[in-house]
């Protein structure tokens, strides 16, 4: 796993364990509930944090399944040359 990835879920993790700290709080404090009834609107840009996180994650996997893909193509052309190239040497003897 690339370091960048390592980070994305390490924000990705913290940002979730926020969010469940942040219920807890809630949960325990019926007044704080109260009084952010008029900051609702700002809850949108956290969800909107967390699917940003999952959009580049997916980004990353997609990227590094195409590297992956190409990669193994590329072996595999190798592993043709060679095979070609025993055959070769088995017909000249």
Do not use: C
Request: no cysteine.
């Amino acid at each position: 796993m690339s370091k960048i990835r390592i980070g994305l879920f390490t924000i990705f993790a913290i940002y979730h364990l926020a969010a469940v700290a942040f219920t807890i709080y809630m949960e325990r404090n019926a007044s704080f509930l109260f009084d952010l009834i008029g900051k609702i609107p700002l809850f949108k840009y956290g969800t909107l944090l967390g699917l940003l996180l999952l959009l580049i994650d997916f980004l990353l996997s997609w990227q590094a399944a195409k590297r992956d893909a190409a990669e193994i193509n590329d072996l595999q052309n190798e592993v043709n040359a060679l095979k070609a190239k025993a055959y070769d040497l088995r017909e000249k003897k």
